[in-house]
């Protein structure tokens, strides 16, 4: 009867033993959307992400270390500044304006290998004070790298240093005030994803909206092969309609972009896109204005395709606006309650256009648009059609045998959707004949209550006036 006791008591030690060691919660370690991003030079960039398979820890002191390929990426990548990071989720956060984790050592720990130290300034398990690791299988983002490419038909060689890095991570929970080690895995190879390995870093030439997040540009989880730039083409498709991409605050850059049908592209009153190359559009560009400013869309290419443009112009209420349309033949009828004049050389007077359906002359054509406050207030205007582009011209006057002071003035305006440089006459912006057109332009200024004036490559003009029309 000995023997059966004595295993009874083994047993209950092996559960006892496995008890103690499953209450250390493990963390696990993976690269994930990597992406490499045309340019000069091209840049591998890439995120990790943390996961623990028990909820409730919150990261504290931290070392990752990471291999990589110096044929592939060059020695020594810290010191000789060729990678940047960036905090993501699992980094980020203030507390009194106190960033909630530091960088507190980032060094080449051999010439194929850097690290990356980080400490929390806090040490409350608290959301407050510091960020919670995923469980459950979910991932969350510690940082991104962005690594210079030396070699772009190598491999990239990336790899977790787990040997380094195990013993070294620590966590805070409700049963642990102060850093505690997190469990070593019983299986390393399963707690550090290595598929960087073999990531090809021959720069892609195309990316294309998927609107995985949202309906962000700038997100490079929106695109199959990251946020485009001067060296990608990018192409936007059928997808959700909410997903579909607005440019809002920044820049963006493509070399070209399609537009396919049913798809749709915004720029925000405070965007900007410039497009290199062709812009082929299928579907529907907008491009809002509001009070704060009216979008920016600048195209050096071509514009083609069978689909619409949407520009539109905020008018504030009781001053006059100086515009003109960036689509063929519009109608009258988008100024419904609206002001309307053009101007009329010969005579040197302002006439008021009151038919509220006919079709307007476009090329170049300029007119003044007024919205009082007793009946349309602030309001937008919506130019809806074809996109003008190409070479656009307008006859001038001169009535020379005219009595009045304002012989030769003509009421010209940009038949673009982006803006155009008045000191630009090189073929890539006016064409002008030097010896009978002025050099100097005139803007009304409501504000000013008068013209502000600009005269081709001076360094400023007047009452705000500038040499982009």
């Not at 007119?367 to 007793?374: E, K, L, M, N, T």
């Amino acid at each position: 009867m000995k023997a059966p006791k004595l295993l009874l008591v083994v047993l209950m030690l092996y559960l006892f033993s496995n008890t103690i060691i499953a209450q250390y919660p493990v963390i696990s370690w993976r690269f994930a959307n990597q992406i490499v991003i045309p340019g000069t030079p091209n840049i591998a960039q890439f995120d990790v992400e943390l996961t623990c398979d028990q909820s409730g820890t919150f990261h504290s002191d931290m070392q990752v270390y990471f291999d990589y390929n110096t044929l592939a990426f060059g020695s020594n990548i810290v010191l000789n500044n060729k990678i940047t990071y960036t905090k993501l989720e699992l980094m980020d956060g203030n507390y009194l304006s106190l960033p909630l984790y530091d960088v507190v050592n980032y060094i080449d720990n051999s010439s194929s290998r850097f690290a990356i130290l980080t400490e929390s300034n806090f040490t409350s398990p608290n959301s407050l004070y510091m960020n919670e690791v995923p469980s459950g299988g979910t991932w969350g983002g510690f940082l991104r790298f962005q690594i210079e490419i030396a070699d772009i038909s190598e491999l990239a060689g990336i790899e977790f240093a787990d040997w380094l890095m195990d013993g070294f991570n620590y966590y805070i929970d409700a049963t642990h005030s102060s850093p505690t080690k997190y469990g070593d895995p019983p299986d390393y190879a399963a707690n550090y994803n290595n598929d960087l390995l073999s990531w090809d870093l021959t720069p892609p030439t195309l990316t294309t909206w998927t609107g995985n997040i949202d309906n962000d540009w700038f997100d490079f989880l929106n695109w199959s092969d990251g946020v485009p730039n001067e060296y990608f083409d990018a192409q936007i498709p059928n997808v959700a309609k909410a997903s579909f991409p607005v440019i809002s605050e920044n820049t963006a850059i493509v070399d070209s972009l399609t537009i396919n049908s049913s798809a749709s592209l915004e720029i925000d009153s405070s965007g900007k896109l410039t497009v290199n190359g062709l812009f082929y559009n299928d579907g529907n560009l907008k491009i809002k204005s509001s009070s704060a400013g009216t979008g920016s869309f600048i195209n050096y290419g071509i514009i083609d395709g069978t689909g619409n443009g949407t520009v539109e112009r905020y008018i504030s209420e009781d001053a006059w606006h100086y515009i003109s349309s960036p689509i063929d033949d519009p109608n009258t009828s988008i100024f419904t309650g609206l002001y309307l004049m053009w101007f009329y050389e010969p005579d040197s007077i302002w006439k008021y256009i009151a038919n509220a359906d006919s079709t307007l002359a476009t090329n170049m054509q300029g007119f003044a648009v007024w919205s009082a406050s007793g009946s349309t207030g602030n309001a937008t205007v919506s130019f809806t059609g074809s996109l003008n582009t190409g070479a656009k011209s307008i006859s001038l006057t001169n009535t020379t045998t005219a009595s009045h002071n304002s012989k030769g003035f003509n009421f010209v305006g940009n038949p673009y959707p982006s803006a155009v440089n008045w000191n630009n006459d090189d073929g890539n912006g006016w064409t002008r004949t030097s010896t009978n057109v002025d050099a100097t332009l005139y803007i009304w200024n409501h504000p000013a209550g008068n013209y502000g004036t600009y005269v081709k490559d001076a360094a400023s003009g007047t009452n705000s006036v500038d040499s982009i029309i």
